[in-house]
């Protein structure tokens, strides 16, 4: 298994902002995709931004390009991401996951991510 663990979450009112890592510490990040996936209440996981650290290319889902950048800071192992202006109907349980196998053009996919972390609440409100 390739570990990860998530921090960060929290109570944010609308149009705040949080920054969610996501570290691993018994591996490099250097050579995998990481992915930030949220799973709301009733409703399917869904992606947010992967970033596939051996080349740094990035995928945003449309909803939130432009207003949630994912970077990875090399001096730590950590992939992190900046969520800004957020909306009540992305609270959420925000997980981080690993992509052992970043190649082809379905690198980003959920069904790529085999390595999940335990999740960091995310809620939304005034």
């Known amino acids: 298994q390739l570990q990860v663990v998530e921090s960060g979450g929290g109570l944010v009112q609308p149009g705040g902002s949080l920054i969610l890592s996501c570290s691993a510490s018994?591996?490099?990040?250097?050579?995998?995709?990481i992915g930030w996936f949220r799973q709301a209440p009733g409703k399917e996981r869904g992606g947010v931004p992967c970033?596939?650290?051996?080349?740094?290319?990035?995928y945003y889902a449309d909803s939130v390009k432009g207003r949630l950048p994912i970077s990875r800071d090399n001096a730590i192992n950590t992939v992190v991401l900046q969520m800004n202006a957020l909306k009540p109907e992305e609270t959420a349980v925000y997980y981080c996951?690993?992509?052992?196998?970043?190649?082809?053009?379905?690198?980003?996919?959920?069904?790529?991510?085999?390595?999940w972390g335990q999740g960091t609440q995310v809620t939304v409100s005034s």
């Open positions: 970033i596939r650290s051996s080349d740094g290319t990035i």
């Open positions: 996951a690993v992509n052992p196998r970043p190649y082809g053009d379905n690198w980003y996919r959920l069904y790529e991510y085999e390595d």
């Open positions: 018994r591996f490099a990040l250097d050579y995998y995709a």
